[in-house]
């Protein structure tokens, strides 16, 4: 009887367990879960886009399009389908994912703004050439947001975020861009900039100088000075006035590139004395910095042939993460920020603005304030004045307030002829955003020269910042990483590392392997030694017992 109750309660005990464990199983699949070990979470999904199913009111639909001979050939597709599945299991049933083959309607997938890509496929020994697809299409009502192309994973969720966003709102993000820098174009010194602002999902326009910025516009991008008068800093300062947000990238020293490094102050300096009023000083200056980078410069050898040399250069310097704010998001998770002749800037309380320093430079920083020795040639004088002017030095910032007006207590106000006369800004000011880098080169297409293209991502971000507030400008810094290996810029550390990796690679190791090697003989012929001696003994033993038989 025992011995059949027994039996009884391990068959139910059985029982429920497998009912527990094929519960567990149809349960788990309702529920989004990753184990996320990144450093800064980059691989989960931030509460941002957690929480974005309550900002959608209506059902939400996202269809990756993923081409079959790509998903078995790279790794990709599948982590954005893990962040897709993640959006869909946060979003309470308001946004629903599928994944479709775009094999069969190729040219139906590209109307909807899906790009091909060629691929090259090695098949039995066969090569063929296959356009294949990896986009995502977000639809919501009658619009649709498109990713044309993605494959890595690393900015997704910040698309995602401003595409749906976009898609839900209806509501154009314009941005525009106003040059100070009379020998400069946005499609020939811009594109960089102006294609990371796009694929970002900015609609940019360029602003001519002296027109009104468009009410619309939910970010003003002021890059270069040298050119600017009062007529067009006017249509600044009113724009920041009705609570605008200005990014403005400015340099008090000018060095022409187009003329042999030719370096002076700036022709003109409205905006100068503009950002002096909203709580900004731009030094006249050239900061150097021996955290900077190795630079190719075109020269004539002695022979009259052009040859190309590495140069360290101290003019382009090399930002680093530990100078940086870790509150502001823009700089919080700072992937790198290369400055091309910057000048340094200062801070001064302005009543009802709150400035916050964001990007300083190395504390073994150093001013060029009279000769502006630029050209590598002139590498002698670069730090003829290192011995007095030698520290740390503020190059960005960030001030949120209600601004004064440059222009306040002025009788007349700016006039240029042939344009229209403007008019006195109405009404109490709005609160503001100002973001200030001293640096005007640092946003044109010299970061190409450099592998610098993160200076056009800290520019998006923060754009984003200045329109949206925290949340994008974290998202998109998420993950980012400087590519180049230029940890070490201190000439002296550097060095040194150098120094000690010869010696662990050229005399530590062999000579460690040398040493074992050493010893492991040393071992055996005392154990060889060992060895002989017990045998001799052996056999001498041996031999006694024979005799003493014999005997």
């Known amino acids: 009887m025992n011995s059949r109750t027994g039996k009884l309660r391990q068959t139910i005990l059985l029982a429920l367990t497998a009912a527990v464990i094929v519960a567990a199983l149809l349960v788990v699949g309702r529920f989004a879960f990753r184990l ?100 995502i299409v977000v639809q919501y009502l009658d619009r649709t ?15 995602l975020v401003k595409a749906i966003r976009r898609a839900v709102k209806n509501e154009p993000q314009k941005l525009e861009i106003l040059i100070g820098d009379g020998d400069k174009s946005l499609s020939n010194d811009y594109k960089t900039l102006n294609d990371e602002l796009t694929r970002s999902g ?41 609570g605008g947000s200005v990014f403005v990238a400015a340099k008090g020293i000018n060095v022409d590139a187009r003329q042999n490094l030719t370096a002076g102050p700036v022709a003109k300096d409205a905006l100068l004395r503009a950002l002096g009023a909203w709580g900004v000083e731009v030094q006249r200056s050239l900061l150097l910095d021996t955290s900077a980078l190795t630079v190719p410069f075109q020269q004539m050898a002695s022979n009259g042939a052009q040859i190309i040399r590495y140069t360290p250069y101290p003019h382009f310097v090399v930002t680093r993460p530990e100078y940086a704010s870790k ?94 006369p403007l008019a006195p800004e109405q009404g109490p000011a709005s609160p503001g955003r100002l973001f200030v880098v001293g640096s005007a080169d640092f946003a044109t297409d010299l970061m190409n020269m450099t592998n610098s293209q993160f200076n056009a991502s800290f520019i998006a971000s923060a754009a984003d910042w200045l329109a949206s507030g925290d949340e994008l ?48 003989r040393r071992r055996r012929r005392i154990l060889s030694r060992a060895g002989g001696e017990a045998l001799a003994k052996t056999e001498q033993a041996t031999t006694k017992g024979k005799g003493r038989k014999e005997s």
């Open 327 to 420: 509150v502001n998001p823009v700089t919080a998770r700072l992937a790198g920020l290369d400055l091309f002749w910057p000048s340094p800037i200062s801070l001064k309380p302005i009543p009802g603005v709150k400035e916050e320093p964001l990007v300083k430079s190395t504390p073994k920083a150093w001013l060029q304030t009279g000769n502006f020795a630029v050209r590598p040639e002139e590498s002698a004088g670069f730090g003829a004045e290192a011995g007095k002017t030698g520290g740390q030095y503020l190059l960005a910032a960030s001030l949120t307030g209600v601004f004064p007006s440059a222009f306040f207590g002025q009788a007349k106000l700016p006039e240029r002829k042939g344009a229209p």
């Open 36 to 135: 996320d070990l990144s450093s800064d979470h980059s691989q989960s999904l931030s509460k941002v886009s957690r929480q974005l199913w309550k900002e959608i009111p209506e059902h939400l639909h996202i269809t990756y399009y993923i081409s079959p001979t790509l998903s078995a050939r790279h790794p990709g597709p599948r982590t954005i389908e893990d962040m897709l599945g993640e959006f869909e299991a946060y979003s309470h049933g308001r946004i629903d994912v599928s994944v479709e083959d775009p094999t069969s309607r190729a040219g139906a997938v590209e109307g909807l703004g899906v790009q091909g890509r060629q691929m090259q496929i090695v098949d039995q020994n066969e090569q063929r050439v296959a356009v294949v697809y990896s986009g």
């Open 202 to 242: 900015w609609q940019v326009a360029e602003l001519n100088r002296g027109d009104p910025v468009p009410p619309d516009t939910k970010v003003l991008l002021v890059v270069g000075n040298n050119d600017l008068d009062d007529y067009d800093v006017y249509r600044i300062d009113e724009y920041l006035e009705r």
């Open 473 to 520: 400008a974290a998202i998109r810094s998420r993950g980012a990483r400087d590519p180049r290996l230029s940890k070490v810029q201190d000439p002296v550390a550097k060095n040194s590392l150098i120094l000690l990796a010869y010696a662990v690679n050229l005399v530590l190791v062999p000579g460690a392997v040398a040493l074992v090697g050493l010893m492991r």
């Open 145 to 159: 947001e498109v990713i044309p192309f993605v494959l890595d994973a690393s900015t997704l969720e910040y698309d």
